[in-house]
């Protein structure tokens, strides 16, 4: 069945530098992708989205990188703040099943600026 | 602010009783979904209704129903609680269709606690 996976459950970098969150997905029907950020408390806050026709796009501070080949997915965060710290959640969707828009998202993972 | 409402915030009851989540949509959103999201775990879809239709269902329990009114906001309805159902439950809205980049909207969430 669908499922969205992430390889690391937690991260730690240290502020200043860029992060890297991954995520692997197995739906090859999935054709639209979401990054969310969720602080502590809050709902989850939509980052970054990217459709599978295309394999970069960037943001302000945050890219993200769709590989379809090996469904792959990655969030890229330059320069980070400790507002940064955070849980990352990827979410998958197939589009075709349009009205049956239901994300399923990964089990996310948090992301600690150090200081 | 997120535009999406969910009340209340906090909900503390006993197994074995029903309680009623409430959410209102972005204004304009006429799709309406929720999400349960237990402790450290990612988002698991229950439901998602369409202009009033019911048009998606994940692993919702027997004992959870919601809906959606003709106003576009819902109830998510939990009875016969049990300590596992402890979490935190979000509301969702989109427009017609997430495919053109606005992503879901989430709300800040109830969190339910069952004793």
């Known amino acids: 069945g669908e499922s969205v996976g992430l390889h690391l459950p937690t991260l730690s970098v240290q502020e200043g530098d860029n992060s890297i969150i991954n995520c692997a997905y197995s739906?090859?029907?999935?054709?639209?992708f979401i990054w969310y950020k969720q602080e502590s408390g809050k709902g989850p806050q939509f980052i970054i989205d990217?459709?599978?026709?295309?394999d970069k796009r960037q943001g302000q501070r945050v890219t993200v990188l769709l590989n379809k080949t090996v469904k792959h997915l990655s969030l890229q965060i330059a320069a980070t703040q400790p507002g940064d710290s955070a849980v990352y959640f990827c979410a998958e969707l197939n589009t075709v099943n349009f009205g049956n828009e239901k994300l399923t998202f990964g089990t996310g993972t948090r992301l600690t600026i150090i200081p | 602010d997120s535009g999406v409402t969910q009340t209340p915030k906090h909900l503390i009851t006993a197994t074995g009783q029903r309680v009623t989540l409430r959410c209102s949509p972005r204004s304009g959103d006429l799709s309406v979904y929720w999400y349960q999201q237990s402790l450290d775990q990612g988002l698991q879809f229950l439901i998602q209704y369409y202009n009033g239709e019911e048009r998606a269902k994940g692993n919702i329990l027997e004992r959870f129903s919601a809906q959606q009114f003709p106003d576009l906001h819902s109830e998510l309805n939990l009875s016969s609680l049990e300590l596992g159902d402890s979490a935190l439950y979000f509301c969702?809205?989109?427009?017609?269709?997430?495919?053109f980049g606005t992503g879901y909207t989430f709300g800040s969430g109830t969190r339910l606690t069952v004793v």
């Open positions: 969702a809205s989109s427009p017609r269709s997430t495919y």
């Open positions: 739906n090859s029907a999935s054709d639209y």
């Open positions: 990217i459709r599978s026709n295309m």
